[in-house]
């Protein structure tokens, strides 16, 4: 059976039949072009979910940009969650994370040849990112999927196996933005966070209960984690291996951290986790406590891993005390698709780029 059956708030199940109409009268709004959807004359990909937090857009949106930065102008355009900048905003070699946000910032760094910025208002987003550069061919939109202002050329819509859409309610009951019927404006489905041995009866079920057109294309992806990385020590990187007698102080403000904790459990002696909600902006007294219960960790061996996400914010934090520095490792993760589909899903991309890219003459790779 796949997933875990959701937390429901069933006391607040009115709120969500409000928050139901709300959202269902500004869909048909949208629909019979009241409100008007822009498209634009290049390349546009979406992804988004229908839930709050934690399908696993970055390392989704990670994988569209490897795939695609070395064949085409790429960009990728987000509203920069809990920024402290408003408006159109190009991520440059001085840019914070406190003005574009953790994730766009986190794209940043990791691809530096691909023009990055974020804007609360897509449609004028877009249109700051094509006057700049005449010969951007794609552009991917992160978490966009409710902003219907843009009529995206594909849409890419994220489901959390463990929190499988049609076993959810709408929010503040339950996690959904928007009626699952909303699936239906989505090209792909990409159901995330899969075991990596999930078998194809349960594939197939979860087909069945998604009820996609034949249109949609539904793809599996389980998680896979590289090396720990040191942010700030200039020391070698270190296998998950190498920590099996260590003791791990796991640091995150992600929306779903359970997975990430259940593989570090595996990996070494005992995991102490620190979870705060996601997007979480550290202070001082985050970092008094940090500081304090990694003291209290027994023995030498022992370290403090974070998320890229995190390691975001932490990296220019000056609360952070410098001797813990050293001992502070980022994990990330990739996707891998599951039942051989990684060619499949790739084309499909790449084909629907090259077919409306606005430019004739396109980057191979």
Not at 300 to 311: N, P, Q, S
Request: aromatic share 10%.
């Amino acid at each position: 059976m796949s997933g875990h059956r959701p937390n429901i708030w069933w006391s607040l199940y009115p709120f969500s039949l409000l928050y139901g109409i709300g959202v269902g009268v500004r869909n048909k709004l949208f629909d019979w072009g009241v409100f008007r959807s822009r498209a634009f004359p290049l390349p546009v990909i979406c992804v988004g979910n229908l839930t709050v937090g934690g399908t696993g857009k970055t390392p989704h949106t990670e994988y569209l940009v490897r795939l695609l930065r070395h064949r085409f102008r790429l960009a990728t355009l987000s509203r920069g969650y809990k920024r402290i900048t408003k408006g159109f905003v190009l991520a440059g070699t001085h840019t914070t994370a406190g003005e574009i946000g953790d994730e766009p910032y986190q794209m940043f760094r990791k691809f530096p040849d691909v023009t990055v910025a974020v804007d609360e208002k897509r449609c004028e987003g877009i249109e700051y990112l094509m006057r700049a550069d005449k010969d951007l061919d794609v552009i991917v939109l992160d978490d966009a999927f409710q902003h219907r202002y843009v009529k995206p050329g594909l849409s890419i819509v994220l489901m959390d196996y463990r929190r499988p859409v049609y076993s959810d309610l709408l929010m503040p009951a339950g996690r959904l933005r928007e009626p699952v019927c909303g699936l239906k404006r989505a090209d792909m489905v990409v159901v995330t966070k899969c075991p990596a041995n999930m078998d194809v009866e349960e594939r197939k079920r979860i087909h069945r209960k998604l009820c996609l057109d034949s249109r949609q294309d539904l793809f599996f992806t389980t998680l896979t984690y590289g090396n720990l990385e040191p942010l700030f020590a200039d020391t070698l990187s270190r296998s998950l291996s190498d920590v099996q007698d260590e003791e791990i102080l796991l640091l995150t403000g992600i929306a779903s951290p359970a997975l990430l904790v259940e593989m570090l459990e595996t990996c070494c002696r005992k995991v102490v986790s620190l979870v705060y909600p996601d997007h979480h902006a550290f202070d001082a007294d985050d970092m008094k406590k940090l500081e304090t219960v990694f003291r209290q960790l027994p023995g030498t061996k022992k370290l403090i891993v974070t998320t890229e996400k995190d390691a975001a914010r932490l990296a220019a934090l000056p609360a952070l005390p410098g001797w813990l520095k050293p001992y502070i490792y980022t994990l990330p993760v990739e996707v891998r698709f599951l039942y051989d589909e990684e060619e499949t899903f790739n084309s499909k991309i790449i084909e629907y780029v090259r077919k409306n890219s606005r430019n004739s003459g396109f980057h191979q790779g």
